[in-house]
């Protein structure tokens, strides 16, 4: 052995390659088996390997639609262990899916046991379910013993699988396909197999039928969980035409009336591929949220089928308004997405229309018809040598009766007589005709091997013209065959013929044959102000010293005690009604916006303003204020830079709010007033007043603003809006309003020093 290892031609051979060249052809070899044998399927029969293989394994167990299930562990085994040499859990999620009535349109496995269901619960384990095939894919493997399509050998050559399945109808766009290859992916959605095969009967006498016209057929997918499909009409055409697109997809709904004007909506089919259960906790957030503030509550009553009850927060709202929020902010809307990347010949992926899709398959079908009928003509010959030599048995009884009886090899006897020149007998030479298959003198091996099988019980008369009768029909049947593989046109009237069969057994009148998904329009649903959907009510807004906010039931006395925190007080309260918009202003220079319904109640003490808006720790509350529309707000920073902005640029759509004052650090925002007035009155920390007229500021939508007024120490307290003519006023410390109607000391130009405030004005620099 240590000779063998020092001799120096028995090392091996070093191959030396670019590491880019050796990893680039691993890596492509990878690509090209995830495409072709795991993740596109094949446009003949729709199916990935996986999948043909599970239905292979089941007809060869027998499995078949009126018989007897087995359990899928021993399914799943079997193929593992014969045809698909990957995880018995990957095989045997992929058989559970093919039962599962809510993803598959059409199963293809019967399951009985837990296969899991439309809420997204797994499977049993494969241990406690059973399962056998369908009449659907029964009809996908009719055939397959007829030579209908080629066999290879298996992963490990001890057994023959077959390449393809024979397919009786379009099963690529009936049960639809999903897939993640390298590089490149599938997504084809399913379909109704009458409308499938109306348009490919329709593409056999028009083979070059317009796209647009297959439309006619086919006017869109058939999900298994129905729904309500809006996508417009010119889009879907663009889809199918290209192989690429998406589909929108709602929710099937009805009113359902309670009476006393009461209502509740029903949703009784949800978009596909959507789980029940997160569907309904993503409605639940929406009602914790209050995204959708009309929405009051959800339930699930569903059995069988599928029943959610949607509960508006009103009566006197329009139920097309609360789905179409729905619509926006869940999944009772989807997109699916249509990408008809499939293996168009089985070995090259290609996006096809869906005109290319039913080609493909009426082109496997004459080929599968072509075989089937070849394989067919190969039975009926061999029948009729057989017959041949049966009937000359029957004309021959005595001769054949001698040869048995007497001769020691009496096969080989009967392969040497010449029947041609024996007479039967109770037949006269002259009467005899020979008969026109007796070409040769003796018989063939097959002949004699018939003839000595032959049961003593079969030498009757009756037998012998039996045997002639089968001969003159399988004759016919031969030259039926012959015709139809010489002539194209008889071709094609015989697959429309078997499809028009298909339609038949699986159209309409099947009970899963009907179509479940509708169409519609989607109409546009225009956004709506809160007051149309929100019941109006009085309540009183109260914000504490630390943020804390609630909202109390009615108009209640401002002047009123209530109740707050240890160490925390009083700030803000003001009279509101539930369909106002709350204006949060932060010493940051950002507007947050809060529904006045979406405020906690007033039983307790409230919540953290900063857990319903993102406003960071180390920014203060401005000011807080219900929004006009119309009205202008001033707007400033310590630093003594603001300007006028209309309330409309100020509301913010999301939690982070919106940006209105930049500040430069260390500026922070201190003012925010409604402007009523015509001048404006400036306050600084050194107590110094300045009053210039309201025209001199800008009205900007975003901005650092300009100087209202100059300062060598310190920076701006308060600024405020008033009428001139009617004086500036202020509350002095005992609480008393003070009005100051000479103003000329005080009047100047804006960015200007001002004067000292006037005698009794607040220590704190503060108009209010």
Same mark, same amino acid.
């Given at each position: 052995?240590?000779?063998?290892?020092?001799?120096?031609?028995?090392?091996?051979?070093?191959?030396?390659?670019?590491?880019?060249?050796?990893?680039?052809?691993?890596?492509?070899?990878?690509?090209?088996?995830?495409?072709?044998?795991?993740?596109?399927?094949?446009?003949?029969?729709?199916?990935?390997?996986?999948?043909?293989?599970?239905?292979?394994?089941?007809?060869?167990?027998?499995?078949?639609?009126?018989?007897?299930?087995?359990?899928?562990?021993?399914?799943?085994?079997?193929?593992?262990?014969?045809?698909?040499?990957?995880?018995?859990?990957?095989?045997?999620?992929?058989?559970?899916?093919?039962?599962?009535?809510?993803?598959?349109?059409?199963?293809?496995?019967?399951?009985?046991?837990?296969?899991?269901?439309?809420?997204?619960?797994?499977?049993?384990?494969?241990?406690?379910?059973?399962?056998?095939?369908?009449?659907?894919?029964?009809?996908?493997?009719?055939?397959?013993?007829?030579?209908?399509?080629?066999?290879?050998?298996?992963?490990?050559?001890?057994?023959?699988?077959?390449?393809?399945?024979?397919?009786?109808?379009?099963?690529?766009?009936?049960?639809?396909?999903?897939?993640?290859?390298?590089?490149?992916?599938?997504?084809?959605?399913?379909?109704?197999?009458?409308?499938?095969?109306?348009?490919?009967?329709?593409?056999?006498?028009?083979?070059?039928?317009?796209?647009?016209?297959?439309?006619?057929?086919?006017?869109?997918?058939?999900?298994?969980?129905?729904?309500?499909?809006?996508?417009?009409?010119?889009?879907?055409?663009?889809?199918?035409?290209?192989?690429?697109?998406?589909?929108?997809?709602?929710?099937?709904?009805?009113?359902?009336?309670?009476?006393?004007?009461?209502?509740?909506?029903?949703?009784?089919?949800?978009?596909?591929?959507?789980?029940?259960?997160?569907?309904?906790?993503?409605?639940?957030?929406?009602?914790?949220?209050?995204?959708?503030?009309?929405?009051?509550?959800?339930?699930?009553?569903?059995?069988?089928?599928?029943?959610?009850?949607?509960?508006?927060?009103?009566?006197?709202?329009?139920?097309?308004?609360?789905?179409?929020?729905?619509?926006?902010?869940?999944?009772?809307?989807?997109?699916?997405?249509?990408?008809?990347?499939?293996?168009?010949?089985?070995?090259?992926?290609?996006?096809?229309?869906?005109?290319?899709?039913?080609?493909?398959?009426?082109?496997?079908?004459?080929?599968?018809?072509?075989?089937?009928?070849?394989?067919?003509?190969?039975?009926?010959?061999?029948?009729?040598?057989?017959?041949?030599?049966?009937?000359?048995?029957?004309?021959?009884?005595?001769?054949?009766?001698?040869?048995?009886?007497?001769?020691?090899?009496?096969?080989?006897?009967?392969?040497?007589?010449?029947?041609?020149?024996?007479?039967?007998?109770?037949?006269?030479?002259?009467?005899?005709?020979?008969?026109?298959?007796?070409?040769?003198?003796?018989?063939?091996?097959?002949?004699?091997?018939?003839?000595?099988?032959?049961?003593?019980?079969?030498?009757?008369?009756?037998?012998?013209?039996?045997?002639?009768?089968?001969?003159?029909?399988?004759?016919?049947?031969?030259?039926?065959?012959?015709?139809?593989?010489?002539?194209?046109?008889?071709?094609?009237?015989?697959?429309?013929?078997?499809?028009?069969?298909?339609?038949?057994?699986?159209?309409?009148? #099947?009970?899963? %044959?009907?179509?479940?998904?509708?169409?519609?329009? @989607? &109409?546009?649903?225009?956004? /709506? *102000?809160? =007051?149309?959907?929100?019941?109006?009510?009085?309540?009183?807004?109260?914000?504490?010293?630390?943020?804390?906010?609630?909202?109390?039931?009615?108009?209640?006395?401002?002047?009123?005690?209530?109740?707050?925190?240890?160490?925390?007080?009083?700030?803000?309260?003001?009279?509101?009604?539930?369909?106002?918009?709350?204006?949060?202003?932060?010493?940051?220079?950002?507007?947050?916006?809060?529904?006045?319904?979406?405020?906690?109640?007033?039983?307790?003490?409230?919540?953290?303003?900063?857990?319903?808006?993102?406003?960071?720790?180390?920014?203060?509350?401005?000011?807080?204020?219900? #929004?006009?529309? %119309?009205?202008?707000?001033?707007?400033?920073?310590? @630093? &003594?830079?603001?300007?006028? /902005? *209309?309330? =409309?640029?100020?509301?913010?759509?999301?939690?982070?709010?919106?940006?209105?004052?930049?500040?430069?650090?260390?500026?922070?925002?201190?003012?925010?007033?409604?402007?009523?007035?015509?001048?404006?009155?400036?306050?600084?920390?050194?107590?110094?007043?300045?009053?210039?007229?309201?025209?001199?500021?800008?009205?900007?939508?975003?901005?650092?603003?300009?100087?209202?007024?100059?300062?060598?120490?310190?920076?701006?307290?308060?600024?405020?809006?008033?009428?001139?003519?009617?004086?500036?006023?202020?509350?002095?410390?005992?609480?008393?309003?003070?009005?100051?109607?000479?103003?000329?000391?005080?009047?100047?130009?804006?960015?200007?020093?001002?004067?000292?405030?006037?005698?009794?004005?607040?220590?704190?620099?503060?108009?209010?």
């Amino acid at each position: 052995m240590s000779d063998l290892l020092d001799d120096p031609n028995m090392q091996p051979e070093a191959v030396s390659e670019p590491l880019r060249r050796a990893i680039g052809e691993r890596y492509l070899t990878y690509a090209l088996s995830t495409i072709m044998h795991r993740a596109l399927p094949d446009a003949r029969d729709g199916l990935k390997p996986v999948h043909r293989r599970i239905l292979y394994a089941m007809r060869e167990l027998r499995l078949s639609s009126t018989g007897g299930f087995r359990k899928s562990a021993k399914i799943s085994g079997d193929v593992m262990g014969n045809y698909h040499p990957h995880g018995d859990a990957a095989i045997y999620d992929a058989m559970a899916r093919l039962a599962q009535d809510f993803a598959v349109r059409y199963p293809l496995v019967d399951g009985q046991g837990n296969f899991g269901n439309i809420d997204g619960d797994n499977p049993a384990a494969s241990r406690y379910t059973e399962a056998r095939m369908t009449a659907f894919a029964e009809a996908l493997l009719d055939g397959l013993a007829e030579d209908a399509v080629d066999f290879r050998d298996n992963y490990d050559g001890t057994l023959r699988e077959p390449v393809v399945l024979p397919a009786s109808f379009p099963n690529l766009l009936a049960n639809g396909s999903s897939g993640i290859a390298v590089g490149m992916a599938t997504n084809i959605p399913p379909h109704n197999i009458g409308e499938l095969i109306d348009a490919c009967l329709h593409l056999i006498k028009a083979p070059d039928a317009r796209d647009d016209t297959l439309l006619q057929y086919i006017p869109g997918p058939d999900f298994p969980t129905g729904g309500v499909i809006v996508e417009p009409p010119e889009s879907i055409a663009q889809a199918y035409l290209t192989g690429r697109g998406a589909f929108r997809l709602r929710c099937k709904w009805e009113l359902e009336d309670l009476g006393r004007g009461q209502w509740q909506i029903v949703v009784t089919e949800i978009p596909y591929q959507v789980q029940k259960s997160k569907l309904i906790e993503r409605i639940a957030e929406l009602i914790q949220t209050r995204k959708v503030p009309i929405l009051a509550d959800v339930r699930d009553e569903s059995a069988d089928d599928v029943r959610l009850i949607l509960e508006p927060r009103s009566k006197n709202v329009d139920p097309e308004v609360l789905m179409g929020m729905m619509y926006r902010n869940s999944e009772l809307e989807v997109r699916f997405s249509l990408n008809m990347n499939v293996l168009i010949d089985g070995v090259t992926p290609k996006v096809c229309s869906l005109k290319e899709v039913l080609r493909a398959f009426l082109d496997f079908r004459q080929e599968v018809l072509l075989r089937r009928s070849a394989h067919r003509m190969e039975k009926i010959d061999h029948r009729l040598e057989v017959l041949e030599g049966l009937i000359i048995a029957f004309l021959n009884l005595d001769r054949v009766i001698d040869i048995i009886r007497y001769d020691d090899d009496p096969k080989a006897a009967l392969m040497r007589e010449d029947w041609s020149r024996t007479v039967p007998r109770a037949m006269s030479e002259a009467d005899y005709v020979p008969p026109p298959y007796s070409d040769e003198p003796g018989l063939s091996e097959v002949q004699a091997e018939a003839i000595l099988n032959m049961r003593l019980r079969s030498l009757r008369r009756l037998e012998e013209m039996e045997l002639r009768a089968e001969r003159d029909a399988l004759m016919a049947e031969r030259a039926g065959l012959e015709d139809l593989l010489d002539d194209v046109s008889l071709q094609w009237v015989a697959v429309a013929d078997q499809l028009k069969e298909v339609k038949k057994t699986f159209g309409k009148s #099947h009970a899963i %044959g009907a179509r479940r998904t509708q169409f519609a329009e @989607a &109409g546009s649903v225009e956004d /709506v *102000p809160l =007051e149309a959907m929100i019941d109006r009510e009085p309540i009183t807004v109260v914000c504490s010293q630390m943020g804390w906010i609630r909202a109390m039931t009615g108009h209640l006395d401002l002047s009123r005690e209530l109740k707050f925190k240890d160490g925390d007080g009083p700030r803000f309260m003001f009279h509101a009604e539930t369909t106002d918009r709350i204006l949060v202003f932060g010493s940051n220079g950002r507007f947050y916006t809060l529904s006045a319904a979406n405020l906690p109640g007033g039983r307790g003490m409230g919540e953290p303003l900063r857990l319903m808006v993102d406003l960071p720790n180390e920014a203060g509350i401005v000011d807080l204020l219900i #929004h006009k529309p %119309g009205r202008k707000l001033l707007v400033a920073s310590d @630093a &003594g830079d603001g300007f006028i /902005v *209309p309330e =409309e640029e100020v509301i913010a759509q999301t939690r982070s709010g919106k940006q209105v004052l930049n500040l430069r650090d260390p500026a922070r925002a201190v003012v925010c007033r409604p402007v009523m007035g015509d001048h404006v009155a400036c306050v600084g920390d050194n107590r110094k007043v300045l009053v210039f007229a309201l025209d001199e500021l800008p009205e900007l939508g975003r901005g650092k603003g300009v100087r209202l007024q100059k300062y060598k120490d310190g920076g701006l307290s308060d600024a405020t809006t008033f009428d001139l003519a009617d004086g500036l006023s202020w509350r002095d410390p005992a609480g008393r309003t003070r009005t100051e109607s000479n103003l000329d000391e005080w009047l100047g130009k804006r960015a200007g020093t001002g004067r000292m405030a006037p005698r009794g004005f607040p220590r704190d620099n503060r108009f209010t």
